[in-house]
Each structure stands twice: as C-alpha cells, then as structure tokens.
C-alpha cells in the first residue's frame, strides 16, 4: 500500500498552501467548485466537536448569544453526568461515604424538578450537594472504571467546573464548555464556508445505529470524507444486540474468535463499509483515530489485546496506536488508495485548528489534481 499517513508537517502544509494560493490566483474556473465534506464514523466518536472547531476556524465561532445560549445544555451534562454516576457506582458495587449516601436520593429527585432551561445560574442547593458527592472518592473511582457503563467522557470536566458554573453571579459557557458537550446528533446537519475563494459545504450526521440509515442521502458528489473513530473505546463493549446487529449488517463472520465485540469492532466494520463503498473510490479519506487523550490514560492500565488478541507489541501508546492505525487501513481493499491518518484529540482547539488548514490545503490540492486544473 502507497505510505498511508501524511504526516502534516508545516513544511509540507505550507508549501501546499502557497501552491494553492497561487494557483487561485491564477486560475478563475476552480472557484466555481463546490467543495462538498462529510463527517462519518460512530456515535459519539467526536464527528460534532470536529465540526465545531471549523466554525470556530471558519465562520468565526460563537459570540457572546451563541455561548449563552448553550447554558440549558451545559446544565444538563451536569445532571446527566451526576445521575449516570450514581447508577455506575451501584453497577461496579462500590462503597460510598454515608453522607453521600444519605444525600443522593434526595439530590436525584430535586434535580428532576428543575426547569434547568429557565434558569440564569445553577441553582444553589443541588449545587452544594454535586460538590460534595464529586468528592467522594468512590465517584471518582467510578469515572476511572466507566467503559461499561453509561457515565460520559465529559462527565470529569464539567463536574470539576462545578463552581464555575454554579457561580451565583452568573455562567456563560466558554468555548471549552461547547466543545465538552455532549448533545447526540439526529439526522443530518449541515455547515456552508468559504476558505481561499472555495465554497465548502461539509455535513454532520448521527453515528448511532438507527441515525446510520440517512448517511446514505448525503453520499452524492463527496470530495472528502472525515471518518472519526475514537479509539479509547477499546474496552467498552456493545451489548449482544448491537454486537449481531453489527456483525450482520457488516457482513462479518467472527472476530479472532471472540463473540464479545466493542465499539472499536464496530468502527472497524463501518470504516471497512465506508472505505470500499463504490461511491467513494475517487473520495479522498481522512481517518481521524480520536480521543487519543483518554486512550493515552487508558493504554497503562487496560491492554490492547482487550480488542485484538493477536496484539503482540509492548502495550504503549506507540506501538498500540501504530497497531489500531494498520488495523483500519487494512480495512480498504484498493490497496492503492490513500488513506490519511491522523490521531487527534478533538476537544483540543490548537491541534485541530492545525491539522484542519492542512488538511484542507490538501484536500484541495488533490481536487485540483484529479480534476486536472493543477
Ligand atoms: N476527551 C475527549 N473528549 C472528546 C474528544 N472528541 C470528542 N469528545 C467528547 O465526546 C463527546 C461526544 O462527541 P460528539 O462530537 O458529540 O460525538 P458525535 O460523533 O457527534 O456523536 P453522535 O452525534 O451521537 O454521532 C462530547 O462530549 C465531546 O466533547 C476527544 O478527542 N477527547
Ligand atoms: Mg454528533
């Protein structure tokens, strides 16, 4: 297979850059192409936060209204993330401290009576109660044992924020708040911009199961595709529906004998169906492997062989990352094809501020090849 990871380096990209610029400058007819970009890959592998940081990069990102107006939502995480806690810790059977105990039926019910959507502050009461139970070792411990269970990535953020956003002079959610939130996304979404006189129109669409059947609407005239995998979901396992689900729909007979299969089984499969897909044989792919800080946590406690037990390498973020990155390019049969691999962290603004240009400057480059105009 050709070398599949263009490493981004900013020699390359701002070479390709310059070329780019030129080019336009020079050639009026590529500025009636459209540039058409889709985000695909699994639920909540990070396809919405990806397209949050080209808003912030593109169209200049949330004002002041824009913050504000997530605030409901941000009060939600929170409370999703206090009851989700509460259920993993009975889940993995641990032990809490007895106020935490006493306190946290009460807790419950209270925050099922606030209208959270009219609410300027966090209320003060649940507030000192979140407080208190976020600081109870066991709570902790649970966010540290989550995989299986339903409790967020987001969860550790936000309630480590909890002061911030409670302040009873008031919250406005920072962009770092946008860019934690979980929202699940239904149907598709989409983002119009214009980078170097192009017109780019790229499309959000929900990763979960029954969400996977409208992708097919905006499979026409792609230029790219962003697939998003988060590999930290290496331990967490689908439930025995979902799994023969995805095996079925697949097409796939057995996994390295396994008949358990986890939600990284699962972006395998569907990056393999993406990958070969008739549709996409000229479409460029950019494999973003997401999440690499909570997998960079995870690898020095949990091993790879979890997911892939011919895994033989030392089990570091090196090697492991390197191992998932040829697990997914031996996905594509056309061995001639171009895959460009990236890890990334989509919460993180600066690196994906960067890799975005570059990305895009490449994206662009390659269009002007194949359509002849380079
Ligand atoms: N720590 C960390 N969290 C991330 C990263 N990428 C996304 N998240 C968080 O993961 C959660 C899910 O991200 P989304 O962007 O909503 O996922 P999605 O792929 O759009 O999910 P669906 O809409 O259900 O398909 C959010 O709380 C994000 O803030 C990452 O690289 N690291
Ligand atoms: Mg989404």
Known sequence: ?????????????????????????????????????????????????????????????????????????????????????????????????????????????????????????FPASPYAKIKQMWNDPAMKMAYDHRSNTNVMDSTKFFLDAIDRISAPSGYTPTVADVLHLRQVTIGVSEMQYTYKDLEFRIFDVGGQKTERRKWIHVFDNVTALFFIAAISEYDQYLSEEDASASLTNMKVKEVEGRRALTRLDDALFLFRWIGNND???????????????????????????????????????????????????????????????????ATDTDQVQFLLNSVTDMIIAENFKQTGVI
């Open 1 to 121: 297979m050709t070398p599949a990871t263009w490493d981004g380096a900013p020699g390359d990209a701002a070479a390709i850059s310059k070329k780019i610029d030129e080019q336009l400058a020079n050639d009026g007819k590529a500025l009636e192409k459209i540039i058409k970009l889709l985000l695909l890959g699994p639920a909540e592998s990070g396809k919405s936060t990806v397209l949050k940081q080209i808003r912030i990069i593109h169209l200049n990102g949330f004002t002041a209204g824009d913050l504000g107006e997530q605030r409901p939502l941000v009060f939600k995480n929170v409370t999703d993330a206090v009851t989700e806690l509460w259920k993993a810790v009975q889940l993995l059977n641990y032990t809490v401290l007895l106020e935490t105990k006493a306190m946290m039926p009460g807790l419950l019910e209270e925050l099922k009576t606030i209208n959270f959507v009219i609410c300027d502050t």
């Open 279 to 345: 549709l996409f044989t000229k479409v460029q792919i950019i494999l973003f492997l997401n999440k690499k800080d909570i997998f960079a946590e995870k690898i020095s406690k949990i091993p790879l062989t979890v997911c892939f037990s011919s895994y033989k390498e030392k089990n570091d973020y090196k090697n492991a990352t390197e191992y998932i990155q040829k697990r997914f390019e031996a996905q594509i049969r056309n061995k001639n094809k171009m895959i460009y691999t990236h890890l990334t962290c």
